[in-house]
């Protein structure tokens, strides 16, 4: 299982590009972290998705 | 006053107003840069969801900076984390560190703050450390490398204005650096008498948030930092501690 923004996901396996394919984020809009470690955007069809990864997607919001 | 710019780790700027875009609706923030006169504008990092397809980036006119803060950040490690985060998100190397260890007063860490600026600007970030007046603080974050200093003027959020005056008057008289008065303006006369104290900049995001008009309030803010801008460069007036000085000429002729 993979923890992905606190929440536990059977996508151990796949890669980013493929994790995020079966979501609805706006991919243009958000950043993804790994253990602490930024995945650039340029390695999400490359980078897996492994057994216990604790992973973040972000975006900007409204702040001051 | 044309030549009048507020310098940012290089950046020049025409405006003195830099605005939040917290606690309102994001279809408010056009009106706001505009009615605020505003080139920067500060964001936060949070989770993302599925499930609103509409993103502030959309909401946000062209050409204005934007500044990412590190809210939620608890120690140094999370700022530099959320900074690396937003500067993915492909937006500048603007940031504002913002690190607080208490929910009550939120009040920054000053500490962590010094190590979180130290690390980000060796990294190439344009540092914008949140603070809690203090001189020796300040001086530390200029040597860590940062841009500006932004000391909190009240709590986060209050409206309570310039509860920390004599504080922030030290920065201003003694670092080179911006000082841009953020977190507690909660009026434009507050924001005026800090940018006539010398303050470089002024940042709000409650004060219009909460406010009756918010495109209005922003007009207000903004007029009342030009003013107190002004007032500042004029150099201000002198005060008597006693007695009083008549404005007119002493040679009256009624009485000859």
Known sequence: ?64 | MDNDKLIIGGHEFNSRFILGSGKYSMKLIDAAVKYAGAEIITLAVRRANTKDQENILDYIPNGVTLLPNTSGARNAQEAVRIARLARELGCGDFVKIEIMRDSKYLLPDNTETIKATEILSKEGFVVMPYMYPDLNVARDLVNAGAASIMPLASPIGSNKGLATKEFIQILIDEIDLPIIVDAGIGRPSQACEAMEMGAAAIMANTALATAGDLPMMASAFCSAIEAGRQAYLSGLGRVLTRGASASDPLTGFLRD
């Open chain 1, 1 to 64: 299982m993979v923890k992905i923004n606190g929440e536990l996901l059977d996508v151990a396996g796949k890669t980013v590009t493929e994790y995020l394919s079966l979501t609805d984020y706006n991919t243009k809009r958000i950043a993804v972290e790994r253990n602490g470690d930024i995945i650039l955007k340029s390695e999400y069809d490359t980078a897996i998705l492994c057994e216990g990864d604790i992973v973040e997607v972000v975006s900007f919001v409204g702040g001051g």
